[in-house]
């Protein structure tokens, strides 16, 4: 009896002893335990997610931008997924970017092209506005007398009365139709007659003098 | 040598096909071919009412006549119809026509075409050539000093039209443009 009151203290040490190491060796076990399932779970989050963001690429269904999804997908990637879906997904969308990328900058650079061709078109019209304005004035000329008097102001213009007039009828499928030639008299004479002006000036050569050696119109 | 002659042969059927290609009309080019066409009907409906009129100056109206002549195929008539002599139409050439309108016994002439459309389409022939007929319908109206009217009919006509792609050279460029020329103008009706 005296040797077990004796013995109690080391007794209750052992046993505290034991209980400290049983618990903290279980303790250690269940964070880590709980580590690998928030890792766990974090990567199903990641895995989920990307397949949300890069099906809703594939769809066309995200507001993002190019260069965005550009960034999504390269974020994606680095996560270095196994999962089979999502090497499918992101080898299906690096396509779909590549060609979406192409057809932007197809877009991108029609409309540069546009741009420049709409600028060219002011320049031109505003260039031969003076021109049309005089041709318009013959026809709309009150008299004949009236209109007699701005063919011979705007005949001044000219190299001589025999320059060639194109007439442009269409421009489809690529080919300029004309109409048959005329001479800038019987042209000026026509607008006389037609009292009409349903062209606009579409080139125009000139001399040394700065006199008008070939107009081409086009018809309205 | 061999070579160069296959080189010869692809540039001549590129040459062919570039050529046939401009003369076969796509629809949006022949719609442009058929517009001039009818231009031309009304630019000569705008000529005649121009030498008709009484008001129009005698150096004016032969200029007109020259350009309204332009328009024509050579030996081409114009069929005349009198209300007053129903069975009997004249055919006048060109320049006959236009001078016996300018020269018409009225003080004053009103001569108005409206209705100006295609009978017939424009049809290609193997020529090349596309013809097509345009009808017309003129009103006249013939007026004395006293300004009365004193005659007045209506005539159906019918006008051959021929368009034909030709090229020229201008400032040293090819220019393909269609020529455009009116036919015969037969009269179909003439009522009052």
Same mark, same amino acid.
């Given at each position: 009896?005296? /040797?077990?009151?004796?013995?109690?203290?080391?007794?209750?040490?052992?046993?505290?002893?034991?209980?400290?190491?049983?618990? =903290?060796?279980?303790?250690?076990?269940?964070?880590?335990?709980? +580590?690998?399932?928030?890792?766990?779970?974090?990567?199903?989050?990641?895995?989920?997610?990307?397949?949300?963001?890069?099906?809703?690429?594939?769809?066309?269904?995200?507001?993002?931008?190019?260069?965005?999804?550009?960034?999504?997908?390269?974020?994606?990637?680095?996560?270095?997924?196994?999962?089979?879906?999502?090497?499918?997904?992101?080898?299906?969308? +690096? =396509?779909?970017?590549?060609?979406?990328?192409?057809? +932007?900058?197809?877009?991108?650079?029609?409309?540069? /092209?546009?741009?420049?061709?709409?600028?060219? /078109?002011?320049?031109?019209?505003?260039?031969?506005?003076?021109?049309?304005?005089? /041709?318009?004035?013959?026809?709309?000329?009150?008299?004949?007398?009236?209109?007699?008097?701005?063919?011979?102001?705007?005949?001044?213009?000219?190299?001589?009365?025999?320059?060639?007039?194109?007439?442009?009828?269409?421009?489809?499928?690529?080919? *300029?139709?004309?109409?048959?030639?005329?001479?800038?008299?019987?042209?000026? *004479?026509?607008?006389?007659?037609?009292?009409?002006?349903?062209?606009?000036?579409?080139?125009?050569?000139?001399?040394?003098?700065?006199?008008?050696?070939?107009?081409?119109?086009?018809?309205? | 040598?061999?070579?160069?002659?296959?080189?010869?042969?692809?540039?001549?059927?590129?040459?062919?096909?570039?050529?046939?290609?401009?003369?076969?009309?796509?629809?949006?080019?022949?719609?442009?071919?058929?517009?001039?066409?009818?231009? !031309?009907?009304?630019?000569?409906? !705008?000529?005649?009412?121009?030498?008709?009129?009484?008001?129009? @100056?005698?150096?004016?109206?032969?200029?007109?006549?020259?350009?309204?002549?332009?328009?024509?195929?050579?030996?081409?008539?114009?069929?005349?119809?009198?209300?007053?002599? @129903?069975?009997?139409?004249?055919?006048?050439?060109?320049?006959?026509?236009?001078?016996?309108?300018?020269?018409?016994?009225?003080?004053?002439?009103?001569?108005?075409?409206?209705?100006?459309?295609?009978?017939?389409?424009?049809?290609?022939? @193997?020529? #090349? %050539?596309?013809?097509?007929?345009?009808?017309?319908?003129?009103?006249?109206? #013939?007026?004395?000093?006293?300004?009365?009217?004193?005659?007045?009919?209506? %005539?159906? !006509?019918?006008? %051959?039209?021929?368009?034909?792609?030709?090229?020229?050279?201008? #400032?040293?460029?090819?220019?393909?443009?269609?020529?455009?020329?009116?036919?015969?103008?037969?009269?179909?009706?003439?009522? !009052?």
């Amino acid at each position: 009896m005296k /040797l077990m009151i004796k013995s109690a203290p080391k007794l209750m040490m052992f046993i505290l002893a034991a209980i400290i190491i049983t618990s =903290s060796t279980t303790s250690c076990k269940s964070k880590k335990k709980l +580590a690998r399932e928030k890792a766990a779970a974090e990567y199903a989050m990641k895995v989920d997610q990307a397949k949300k963001d890069l099906t809703a690429m594939l769809n066309g269904t995200t507001p993002w931008s190019l260069d965005e999804q550009d960034k999504r997908l390269e974020v994606i990637k680095s996560y270095n997924i196994d999962d089979p879906a999502v090497v499918d997904l992101i080898s299906q969308v +690096a =396509s779909k970017l590549s060609i979406d990328r192409a057809e +932007a900058e197809r877009l991108a650079e029609e409309e540069r /092209l546009r741009l420049i061709e709409e600028e060219k /078109l002011k320049a031109a019209a505003s260039k031969y506005q003076g021109i049309d304005d005089q /041709l318009g004035a013959i026809a709309t000329a009150q008299s004949v007398d009236g209109a007699n008097s701005q063919i011979n102001i705007t005949l001044q213009q000219f190299a001589t009365p025999d320059i060639p007039v194109l007439i442009i009828i269409s421009k489809a499928g690529g080919y *300029n139709d004309y109409d048959r030639p005329t001479t800038i008299s019987k042209f000026l *004479n026509y607008l006389k007659d037609k009292q009409s002006y349903q062209y606009k000036v579409e080139a125009v050569k000139r001399d040394g003098l700065g006199k008008i050696t070939e107009l081409e119109l086009i018809k309205k | 040598m061999k070579l160069s002659y296959l080189w010869l042969l692809i540039i001549a059927l590129g040459f062919s096909f570039s050529v046939s290609a401009q003369d076969e009309l796509s629809s949006e080019r022949k719609q442009a071919v058929d517009s001039l066409a009818l231009e !031309k009907v009304r630019d000569l409906s !705008k000529y005649i009412s121009i030498i008709g009129s009484k008001e129009t @100056p005698w150096s004016e109206a032969n200029r007109v006549i020259d350009r309204a002549e332009e328009l024509f195929m050579t030996d081409s008539e114009i069929g005349v119809s009198s209300l007053n002599n @129903p069975d009997k139409i004249n055919y006048y050439n060109i320049r006959k026509y236009f001078e016996r309108l300018m020269r018409l016994n009225y003080k004053k002439v009103e001569i108005e075409w409206y209705n100006i459309e295609y009978m017939s389409d424009l049809q290609k022939q @193997p020529d #090349g %050539t596309y013809v097509g007929v345009i009808t017309i319908f003129q009103k006249f109206k #013939g007026y004395d000093a006293e300004g009365r009217l004193v005659y007045q009919d209506t %005539t159906k !006509k019918d006008i %051959t039209v021929y368009v034909k792609r030709k090229e020229t050279q201008i #400032g040293g460029r090819l220019i393909g443009f269609w020529d455009v020329l009116l036919g015969d103008m037969r009269v179909k009706e003439t009522t !009052k």
